[in-house]
């Protein structure tokens, strides 16, 4: 997948005004229409502009797009970076307009069915179903917070234009409990800190979606951790007892004896907290010493004489 720079696609600075960018889709809209332009592969640049004003008419799929930064240049392959579109409000309801079937692999990736279902709100409990005035945030919290629970202030973007139709963000700061032992994927619900109801309509709620941080070395997978443990040649074969690091603190694993690489082993209830508690799965990751003195190599030497092995027998070699 490629990254696509939709200002060059539209020939706009990114400090284009609403009015500028309306102006530049009228013109190359015009230039490019399948039915009346004699252009090179007029039908391609046609759908490749309309995706590139879908997002840089709107205020909040442009202040997301522009969130990822200046070093994706077009044409460069692609991934949506974790938290990319973490820290921005977004009002609820569907986050596209319109047909976009026809629009790239690179657009769907920042903005289709599964940013949809993130951003607003359709999958929260399988029951919750946006309102105009509800808003949503992806927040980023360490995985520390989620294990003993917190309260953290959390600033959130509500992308805005101005009156000279300059893009914008309005800050929105506020106080968050964050609950023991929620998962990635979690929303917690803060009611009446949405958008302004209108009429009669009371003020909307916030929702705001977990992800962690990326951690030093815990893998997270709901509410199970995983770590890979480096351990010597002689406590995998010999077995006994290591310091293992959780998020409650270090505790004491037993290796049994004989054990190769990659061997799993658990430490029940050392994951984050829930009913039930998850588990902290623990990967042997064999570190082999290096041959740094001339002892060193003599000792390898007499182990390779004395446990004579083929560790690749079962391939016939």
Same mark, same amino acid.
């Given at each position: 997948?490629? !990254?696509?720079?939709?200002?060059?696609?539209?020939?706009?600075?990114?400090?284009?005004?609403?009015?500028?960018?309306?102006?530049?889709?009228?013109?190359?809209?015009?230039?490019?229409?399948?039915?009346?332009?004699?252009?090179?592969?007029?039908?391609?640049?046609?759908?490749?502009?309309?995706?590139?004003?879908?997002?840089?008419?709107?205020?909040?799929?442009?202040?997301?797009?522009?969130?990822?930064?200046?070093?994706?240049?077009?044409?460069?392959?692609?991934?949506?970076?974790?938290?990319?579109?973490?820290?921005?409000?977004?009002?609820?309801?569907?986050?596209?307009?319109?047909?976009?079937?026809?629009?790239?692999?690179?657009?769907?990736?920042?903005?289709?069915?599964?940013?949809?279902?993130?951003?607003?709100?359709?999958?929260?409990?399988?029951?919750?179903?946006?309102?105009?005035?509800?808003?949503?945030?992806?927040?980023?919290?360490?995985?520390?917070?989620? !294990?003993?629970?917190?309260?953290?202030?959390?600033?959130?973007?509500?992308?805005?234009?101005?009156?000279?139709?300059?893009?914008?963000?309005?800050?929105?700061?506020?106080?968050?409990?964050?609950?023991?032992?929620?998962?990635?994927?979690?929303?917690?619900?803060?009611?009446?800190?949405?958008?302004?109801?209108?009429?009669?309509?009371?003020?909307?709620?916030?929702?705001?979606?977990?992800?962690?941080?990326?951690?030093? !070395?815990?893998?997270?997978?709901?509410?199970?951790?995983?770590?890979?443990?480096?351990?010597?040649?002689?406590?995998?074969?010999?077995?006994?007892?290591?310091?293992?690091?959780?998020?409650?603190?270090?505790?004491?694993?037993?290796?049994?004896?004989?054990?190769?690489?990659?061997?799993?082993?658990?430490?029940?209830?050392?994951?984050?907290?829930?009913?039930?508690?998850?588990?902290?799965?623990?990967?042997?990751?064999?570190?082999?010493?290096?041959?740094?003195?001339?002892?060193?190599?003599?000792? !390898?030497?007499?182990?390779?004489?004395?446990?004579?092995?083929?560790?690749?027998?079962?391939?016939?070699?």
């Amino acid at each position: 997948m490629e !990254y696509k720079d939709y200002y060059k696609i539209m020939g706009l600075s990114k400090t284009a005004t609403k009015d500028e960018i309306k102006r530049a889709y009228k013109k190359l809209a015009r230039k490019f229409h399948p039915d009346v332009s004699k252009e090179k592969d007029a039908e391609d640049k046609f759908k490749e502009l309309g995706e590139a004003y879908e997002v840089l008419k709107d205020p909040e799929k442009r202040a997301a797009y522009d969130q990822l930064g200046k070093d994706w240049k077009s044409g460069q392959g692609f991934t949506p970076p974790p938290g990319w579109d973490a820290g921005f409000e977004f009002k609820g309801g569907d986050f596209t307009g319109g047909d976009t079937s026809g629009f790239s692999d690179f657009f769907e990736s920042l903005f289709g069915r599964h940013y949809q279902q993130d951003v607003t709100g359709r999958h929260y409990g399988g029951q919750f179903y946006a309102q105009s005035n509800d808003r949503h945030a992806k927040i980023m919290i360490n995985l520390e917070d989620a !294990y003993k629970g917190t309260t953290r202030s959390i600033s959130l973007k509500i992308p805005q234009t101005d009156q000279q139709g300059h893009l914008i963000n309005k800050t929105h700061t506020l106080n968050v409990k964050i609950p023991k032992g929620v998962k990635a994927g979690q929303s917690i619900r803060l009611a009446g800190q949405g958008g302004t109801g209108f009429g009669k309509e009371k003020q909307g709620d916030l929702y705001l979606e977990i992800e962690f941080n990326k951690h030093r !070395y815990f893998q997270v997978s709901g509410r199970d951790i995983c770590i890979d443990l480096p351990v010597t040649p002689w406590e995998a074969a010999l077995g006994g007892s290591v310091s293992v690091p959780t998020l409650g603190g270090k505790v004491e694993l037993k290796i049994p004896a004989g054990s190769q690489t990659d061997k799993k082993l658990r430490l029940k209830g050392r994951g984050l907290p829930g009913s039930p508690a998850g588990d902290q799965y623990v990967i042997l990751k064999l570190v082999i010493p290096p041959v740094n003195t001339d002892e060193d190599k003599v000792l !390898y030497e007499k182990m390779a004489q004395t446990m004579m092995i083929n560790p690749r027998a079962h391939m016939g070699v």
